[in-house]
């Protein structure tokens, strides 16, 4: 299956700085890029969906002045976490979508802990 | 809004057994439904992709079945192995383009 890469996969940062996290499609273009969470022992809740060159679409209850998220390109998507704080420590995943039957394609998450 | 259920929770197997996970989804409108495998603090795996116009899909040990009408899907494995142990994650698809997870089943395959 197609590949989906994301840096940092570990993060510690203190509270109040802000963080990036890059999601890469290496070797397709994604339409269409995607942003979950996951908490401890808990399924994946979508925050936001992203395509190429425009606005992210966040769902309901995600701040998006908190969590902004840019898709320059087809195969690039970034989350930014700013001014972090400890309830924003989490498992950040990222999936592209492409090929032809837009098979959703997920990273291998990175781990946010803020202290 | 389309909601995703997984019984059960948790299984525990000896090495070796034919096992079945479940999926239910309340909205019968999919566009496909995907069955993923996550190990501890890892991403996700696709292991099968079923789109709405089909029955099953195969894929080595692994069978998944789609049963649109009564919103159901199951993942069948064959012959268990240690290497199976993970949490099964079932996910449709609408129209509109979001994925729907269920909570997910933590297998553990006994040796």
């Known amino acids: 299956g197609a590949v989906v890469s994301q840096h940092p996969s570990r993060v510690i940062c203190k509270s109040g700085t802000s963080v990036k996290i890059e999601c890469r499609s290496l070797d397709f273009q994604a339409t269409t890029m995607f942003w979950y969470r996951q908490f401890p022992k808990q399924s994946l809740m979508l925050m936001a969906t992203?395509?190429?060159?425009?606005?992210?679409?966040?769902e309901q209850g995600v701040e998006k002045d908190k969590f902004l998220i840019n898709h320059a390109s087809l195969t690039l998507s970034t989350l930014t976490v700013t001014s972090a704080h400890p309830e924003d420590s989490s498992f950040y995943i990222c999936?592209?979508?492409?090929?032809?039957?837009?098979?959703?394609?997920f990273g291998p998450g990175t781990r946010l802990t803020v202290l | 809004k389309q909601e995703v259920t997984q019984i059960p929770a948790a299984l525990s197997v000896p090495e070796g057994e034919n096992l079945v996970l479940n999926c239910s989804f309340t909205?019968?409108?999919?566009?496909?439904l995907q069955w993923f495998r996550q190990d501890p603090g890892k991403g996700l795996t696709s292991l099968l992709l079923i789109q709405s116009s089909q029955r099953e899909q195969t894929s080595g040990r692994l069978n998944a079945s789609l049963d649109k009408s009564s919103g159901r899907s199951t993942l069948y494995i064959a012959a268990s192995q240690p290497g199976d142990s993970a949490t099964y994650l079932c996910?449709?698809?609408?129209?509109?383009?979001?994925?729907?997870f269920g909570t997910g089943t933590r297998l553990t395959v006994i040796p």
């Open positions: 992203s395509n190429e060159g425009s606005k992210a679409t966040y």
């Open positions: 996910a449709v698809k609408t129209g509109a383009n979001n994925l729907f």
């Open positions: 999936s592209a979508q492409g090929g032809p039957v837009n098979e959703q394609f």
């Open positions: 909205d019968s409108a999919i566009y496909n």
